[in-house]
């Protein structure tokens, strides 16, 4: 039984598709500017206040990333570019998606690595105090990381507007929800 995503399927992103893929990017955000308001931070009551947000949201960012990992291996492939870019846009714009993945799960793993090592869930949400996070041997690659995912987030939101306002072709719309 094929799944329905419209009049065209080879061209269309199904409804599940779109709303894990902007859930994602929303929450992503929220990751970017709760961990750096965390990291630049000198006061801890800051510094808490939003890790306590940072860390459930990163845990539904890894559902979301699994599911949809799940989701293109074995209930839906992606619909293929529409061929109005050369093949090395093409090609570019495969590695990005990689790369956003990569980065994705690096940090989700450093993230990880350090709540563990540090006891973070019981100094946020229990009673042990909050552990000097620079100390922490995964601290490093997470600052790495987050600071790729960002120019890789903007490059990756850049190509899509200029496929919508300079290509004018369907990449970004069918993407977005209805026909
Ligand atoms: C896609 C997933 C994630 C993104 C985009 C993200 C983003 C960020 C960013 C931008 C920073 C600031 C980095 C800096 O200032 O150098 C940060 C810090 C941090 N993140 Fe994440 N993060 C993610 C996943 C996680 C996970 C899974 C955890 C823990 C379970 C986590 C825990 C932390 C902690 C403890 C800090 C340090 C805050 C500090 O030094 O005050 N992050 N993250």
Known sequence: MSIPSGPDPAASYSRTAKLVHWASALLILVL????????????????????????????????LT???????????????????????????????????????????????AMSVIGGL???????????????LPPRAPHGIGARLILPAVLLHAGAAFYHHFVVRDRTLRRMWFGR
């Open 32 to 63: 970017l500017v709760t961990g750096f308001r965390a990291g630049f931070s000198v006061e801890e009551t800051v510094k808490v206040a939003m890790l306590r947000i940072h860390l459930p949201v990163a845990f539904l960012v890894l559902i």
């Open 121 to 135: 869930p019981d100094a946020l949400f229990g009673t042990a105090p909050l552990p000097d996070l620079s100390e």
């Open 66 to 112: 699994v599911f949809r990992l799940l989701w293109w291996l074995w209930v839906q492939s992606k619909p293929a570019p529409l061929g109005a870019v050369p093949a090395w846009q093409e090609a570019l714009a495969r590695w990005m998606h990689r790369a956003l993945y990569l980065l994705i799960f690096v940090l989700l793993g450093s993230g990880i």
